[in-house]
């Protein structure tokens, strides 16, 4: 699991789009799984990598619909897993319709909150090599967020890479190694407890962070 942090601008996006080539790199290499991204097929590329961004897209249909998206050939079984690890399960039994509730153009009928979740949902049920998740827990409360997150710790999602944007350090501080943006190039690089030591813009953000937490 690997954690990337860095103000509005920093290009956080911009580097992990390199990922699955919605940009090429214009010098050096981008490896995915040791080989050079562009030796892959792109629908090879595509079909291992899942990216699901903060501005969520949903589809007329219905919930069951589209998270099967993800994965045409998911069973109700593996739906229901998924949106189990994205926390949408709850709030989807608690519709009258459950998973077969129709959910109207763009998702217009649930909360952002909501259309994150299930947007985390139809990524999990695809079952990708490259899992990216640019800020996409934004609209959730803290304690939801850190559910998601102990869900990609479990067995489920061993062998899957995952990337995670936040802007939350707290959505982060678990990750394996963290990355820090600024400007455009990495700042600094390490675990939440070296980076605490080492690294002023991380240290910054996280004062910062846990005085609007006192605050409150």
């Known amino acids: ?4 942090i860095g103000a509005t601008g920093s290009a956080k996006s911009t580097l992990v789009n390199l990922i699955p080539r919605l940009y090429d790199a214009t010098a050096g290499t ?3 799984g040791g080989e050079d991204v562009k030796k892959y097929k792109f ?3 595509r079909d291992g990598v899942s990216v699901v961004l903060q501005q969520t897209m949903l589809f007329s249909g219905t919930i069951k619909d589209n ?3 993800g994965d045409p050939d998911a069973t109700d079984e593996q739906i229901i897993e998924a949106a189990k690890a994205a926390q949408a399960h709850d709030f989807i039994m608690e519709k009258e319709n459950g998973y077969d509730t129709e959910l109207g153009q763009g998702g217009n009928t649930v909360s952002g909150g909501q259309r994150q979740r299930l947007c985390l949902a139809r990524a999990f049920v695809k079952k990708p090599k490259v899992l990216i998740l640019d800020d996409t827990t934004s609209a959730v409360d803290t304690e939801t967020d850190a559910k998601i997150r102990a869900a990609l710790r479990t067995d489920a999602f061993a062998g899957i890479t995952k990337i995670i944007i936040a802007q939350r350090i707290t959505s982060i501080m678990d990750a394996d190694r963290i990355i820090v943006m600024d400007n455009g ?4 690089m390490g675990t939440h407890e070296e980076l605490l030591k080492t690294n002023d813009i991380y240290h ?5 962070q846990q005085e609007g937490v006192l605050a409150q």
């Open 67 to 69: 998270i099967r998206w």
């Open 185 to 188: 190039v990495i700042n600094g």
């Open 30 to 32: 981008v490896y995915v």
């Open 43 to 45: 629908k090879n590329l």
């Open 1 to 4: 699991m690997l954690g990337i």
């Open 204 to 208: 910054e953000i996280f004062v910062s």
